[in-house]
């Protein structure tokens, strides 16, 4: 389903959005203005009328980072660069629950579009859990001789708090000063993942500043190559998609 914003007046929009998701977005958002110093719009409230949710939130002004980009100084990029390593490090640094747990920041499903557009999955009680429910959507209705080939990710990963979709598009500057972000969007799948998962998500459908793109996270994270190897193979064996 293509989300849809609506502006409601000059302080406030709407986000059409899934029925499933709505609740954990907002969650998401509130659980991040509290804990972070990451622009995030403040949640005004949250409702579902079958078959869609609403979510009515701060409107902040900005413009898309990726449609910014090419405009932007060389000081401006290296001030927004700044920003985001402080965000992802502020997210990353979040205490984990006890026990720890794969799943929403409460504990609860976790939700990823390439994963399934139709469902939540989990909570997931360890890695391992989570790895074998992403290897089996990847072979789902393969033959055993095919099924065979697809890698695993490997186990042992730090678990951290992750945005998910963390990308230009889901990034606004400040019309008036690009060095600055303004808002940090799109937290419905976010939520407590392997520290890896932030990596490989980011990379996903980023456009045409993808090279650069890449930099900044690897810049902001650190590089799993293997991880995304893998997480690229699952994509093509279809279940990941």
Same mark, same amino acid.
């Given at each position: 389903?293509?989300?849809?914003?609506?502006? /409601?007046?000059?302080?406030?929009?709407?986000?059409?959005?899934?029925?499933? $998701?709505?609740?954990?977005?907002?969650?998401?958002?509130?659980?991040?203005?509290?804990?972070?110093?990451?622009?995030?719009?403040?949640?005004?409230?949250?409702?579902?009328? !079958?078959?869609?949710?609403?979510?009515?939130?701060?409107?902040?002004?900005?413009?898309?980072?990726?449609?910014?980009?090419?405009?932007?100084?060389?000081?401006?990029?290296?001030?927004?660069?700044?920003?985001?390593?402080?965000?992802?490090?502020?997210?990353?640094?979040?205490?984990?629950? !006890?026990?720890?747990?794969?799943?929403?920041?409460?504990?609860?499903?976790?939700?990823?579009?390439?994963?399934?557009?139709?469902?939540?999955?989990?909570?997931?009680?360890?890695?391992?859990?989570?790895?074998? #429910?992403?290897?089996?959507?990847? $072979?789902?209705?393969?033959?055993?001789?095919?099924?065979?080939?697809?890698?695993?990710?490997?186990?042992?990963?730090?678990?951290?708090?992750?945005?998910?979709?963390?990308?230009?598009?889901?990034?606004?500057?400040?019309?008036?000063?690009?060095?600055?972000?303004?808002?940090?969007?799109?937290?419905?799948?976010?939520?407590? #993942?392997?520290? #890896?998962?932030?990596?490989?998500?980011?990379? /996903?459908?980023?456009?045409?500043?993808?090279?650069?793109?890449?930099?900044?996270?690897?810049?902001?994270?650190?590089? #799993?190559?293997?991880?995304?190897?893998?997480?690229?193979?699952?994509?093509?064996?279809?279940?990941?998609?």
């Amino acid at each position: 389903m293509a989300k849809q914003i609506q502006r /409601i007046d000059s302080l406030t929009l709407m986000k059409r959005t899934h029925a499933r $998701t709505v609740f954990r977005e907002a969650e998401a958002m509130n659980f991040v203005r509290a804990r972070t110093q990451i622009p995030v719009p403040a949640v005004l409230n949250a409702y579902v009328e !079958d078959p869609f949710g609403y979510l009515v939130m701060e409107f902040v002004p900005g413009e898309q980072l990726d449609l910014a980009w090419p405009r932007m100084s060389d000081g401006q990029r290296k001030c927004v660069v700044a920003q985001l390593t402080d965000y992802l490090h502020q997210l990353r640094s979040l205490a984990p629950p !006890d026990p720890p747990l794969i799943g929403s920041c409460s504990g609860g499903p976790c939700f990823d579009h390439r994963i399934s557009s139709m469902k939540t999955f989990g909570p997931f009680t360890s890695e391992e859990e989570f790895h074998d #429910y992403l290897y089996a959507a990847a $072979t789902y209705g393969l033959p055993p001789e095919i099924a065979r080939r697809v890698p695993r990710q490997r186990n042992g990963h730090k678990i951290v708090f992750t945005h998910a979709d963390f990308n230009p598009t889901q990034i606004l500057v400040d019309p008036c000063d690009p060095g600055r972000v303004a808002a940090v969007l799109d937290w419905e799948m976010a939520g407590w #993942y392997p520290d #890896y998962w932030e990596y490989v998500k980011a990379l /996903i459908c980023v456009g045409p500043i993808g090279r650069m793109w890449r930099e900044v996270i690897k810049l902001a994270i650190c590089s #799993y190559d293997e991880e995304e190897q893998i997480d690229r193979a699952l994509e093509d064996y279809q279940g990941v998609a």
